[in-house]
């Protein structure tokens, strides 16, 4: 992938430097309403940028001040059960970082499978199970970019964790921490699936974040991410779920994770 080739056209654009790269997942579709917008620019326009192809998506790249801080918003995402790549759906966590991001904020919706979950509930992920079988990482490494073999142990900061918990706390706003995992979807889990993700120590599965995440770590940035339990995965609990309903859980939970996100952005940018 020609990174020179994106750089160069998004700098011929905008002169700006970003602290801390957002994907406006599920749970945070209309904090574009919070960010004071430079430059808003399509996909399909930048070299190397695929365009969504999931409704609640909008596919355009943000250039602009979040709580008077600098930053750069993927508004919307490609998934890995669109038919891309895991290095294409991962492409523009590299050209955020090369942007200067120093910090990665993502959200996404999960079936949650912590007995102590409810829907509309919001989970801080301090840890991942990457069940989709691939890796965006397989392949010949670029050492520019970040080592061969990649340390897991540390990958969503604490310190950031720590903080949203305090914020939460202070703010009325009920979190959960837990492990996320991810599927390859497009399919929802299984009661079958549900199980044997619990079994393994997840608390909550999607079908994204994952990859962009390992990119965002193998490139040396600082992640922090946010579940938003749409559906239950709980033996007893499970009931058929439609795409309409994560967008209209989502919805009603974006608030709170809106203003987590921008007390994040202000103290940490």
């Known amino acids: 992938m020609n990174y020179k080739e ?3 056209f998004i700098k011929s654009k905008i002169s700006f430097n970003p602290k801390i790269g957002i994907i406006l997942g599920s749970g945070l579709g209309s904090a574009i309403k919070n960010i004071k917008i430079e430059l808003s620019i399509p996909y399909e326009d930048i070299p190397g940028f695929l365009k969504p192809t999931v409704k609640g998506h ?31 759906i991962t492409y523009p966590i590299r050209i955020m970082k090369f942007l200067g991001i120093h910090t990665l904020i993502t959200s996404n919706a999960t079936g949650g499978m912590n007995e102590n979950f ?15 079988g691939d890796n965006p990482l397989l392949g010949k490494n670029d050492d520019d970019l970040g080592p061969r073999f990649l340390d897991m142990s540390k990958v969503y900061n604490k310190e950031l964790i720590s903080h949203a918990k305090r914020f939460s706390l202070n703010n009325n706003i009920k979190v959960h921490d837990g492990v996320l995992t991810a599927l390859s979807g497009p399919t929802y889990e299984t009661p079958a699936e549900y199980k044997h993700l619990r079994i393994i120590g997840a608390d909550a599965v999607g079908m994204s974040t994952i990859p962009e995440v390992i990119v965002a770590h193998h490139m040396g940035i600082k992640c922090f ?5 749409t559906d239950l995965g709980v033996i007893g609990k499970i009931i058929e779920i439609s795409h309409e309903d994560v967008i209209k859980e989502a919805a009603i939970a974006e608030p709170k994770m809106i203003l987590i996100v921008e007390d994040l952005v202000k103290n940490f940018a």
């Open 6 to 8: 994106t750089l160069d």
């Open 225 to 229: 991410s946010m579940s938003l339990i």
């Open 58 to 88: 909008s596919g355009n790249l943000i250039f602009g001040y979040m709580s008077g801080k600098p930053i750069v918003a993927m508004q919307g995402r490609n998934h890995f059960y669109e038919g891309y790549s895991m290095k294409e």
């Open 118 to 132: 409810e829907i509309g509930d919001i989970m801080l992920v301090n840890d991942h199970i990457n069940m989709m």
